[in-house]
């Protein structure tokens, strides 16, 4: 079994401090990374769909919209 670096006899205090200190940021670098994708993944993704709208041709945009009853309200049909 492996010894942690608190447990290990041989090591300085400067050295259990220095494994602190990279232990920590490294943590810290990790949770930006996990927050980058967490906000900007649905920025690329949003985009992604509008330059996939970019490419469509002219007449789709022109097409009449196949459910034309979606904007009435259920209160108007009674």
Do not use: C
């Not at 490294?26 to 949003?46: E, H, L, N, S, T």
Request: zero cysteines; proline letters at 6%.
């Amino acid at each position: 079994m492996t010894k942690h670096v608190f447990e290990v006899d041989d090591t300085t205090e400067e050295e259990r401090r220095t494994y602190i200190t990279f232990d920590i940021a490294g943590q810290m670098v990790r949770g930006a990374i996990i927050a980058g994708f967490v906000f900007f993944g649905p920025v690329v993704f949003v985009y992604a769909l509008y330059l996939l709208g970019t490419w469509l041709p002219p007449e789709s945009k022109e097409a009449q919209d196949p459910t034309p009853d979606s904007f009435v309200s259920s209160s108007e049909n009674l």
